[in-house]
């Protein structure tokens, strides 16, 4: 499926984004290395009940190499208000999850949070333990009896992602060290529903780490769903499913 792709232009960057359906507003917030469009088989989907608006996250403020958690932040609520956009469901994959997270804080025009694999706690992880986290991500997602045409895709954009940054690759790591690593959200101060959807073979953050976010969000649900780190690409249409029925209840509850 072929989404239309827009350019929202603000005082420090411009952010790309694609946009696909028509309904309730969803806003889709991709992992780390990746793109919207990583995410076609998903994003189509949701877009047969719901407004997507799928944001590029790698986009650059003041020429830095990668944005800190504050500026990815501001930008995003830029767009909202230019937007219009009201009773939001984020949807958020990994590092997008943690940016959901962050922006859940403040913006009473998000109603509800889905996360899959989703960053936001502290996780001692250095540069190399990470790459090879990958690497172990990557190998398991071969073994998957799923179109492979998905696996290359998502190997594609990390390759481009990763390339496009090397010039930049200490700066890159050490902010995204630095969001891993560190506690930035106020969970005191979400109180909106929110579903997490967890693989039980996470090779990034494992089941415990779930259960930890699950704690700290007062108002969320856990599901463990077979799958790893990247269900919601491979497994898109159990994703959409239990998204669509969760979309169903009025309010959230807790495991």
Not at 45 to 72: C, D, G, K, M, R
Not at 145 to 174: A, E, G, N, Y
Not at 194 to 221: C, M, V
């Amino acid at each position: 499926m072929k989404f239309d792709s827009h350019l929202f232009k603000t005082s420090s960057t411009n952010l790309e984004y694609i946009e696909a359906g028509s309904g309730d507003t969803v806003l889709f917030l991709h992992g780390l290395g990746y793109k919207g469009t990583t995410y076609n088989e998903v994003i189509e989907q949701i877009s047969h009940s719901h407004h997507v608006y799928a944001p590029n996250l790698h986009f650059s403020v003041h020429a830095q190499a990668i944005s800190s958690l504050e500026e990815y932040i501001d930008v995003l609520q830029k767009f909202i208000r230019a937007k219009k956009l009201k009773r939001i469901t984020i949807i958020g994959h990994s590092f997008g999850g943690g940016i959901a997270l962050k922006l859940a804080e403040s913006n009473s025009n998000i109603s509800r949070l889905i996360l899959t694999g989703t960053a936001g706690l502290p996780m001692s992880y250095s540069i190399a333990q990470f790459s090879f986290l990958l690497i172990v991500k990557t190998w398991h997602e071969l073994k998957y009896k799923k179109p492979f045409s998905i696996l290359v895709r998502l190997v594609w954009d990390f390759s481009l992602f990763t390339i496009k940054l090397l010039p930049h690759f200490s700066k890159m790591t050490q902010a995204v060290t630095n969001m891993t690593n560190e506690e930035h959200i106020q969970f005191q101060n979400i109180h909106i529903p929110a579903l997490l959807l967890w693989g039980k073979n996470d090779e990034i953050f494992p089941q415990s780490y779930a259960e930890r976010l699950n704690h700290k969000l007062t108002n969320s649900k856990l599901i463990i769903v077979n799958g790893n780190h990247d269900l919601i690409l491979f497994e898109y249409q159990k994703f959409n499913n239990l998204f669509t029925e969760y979309c169903k209840q009025k309010t959230g509850s807790r495991n």
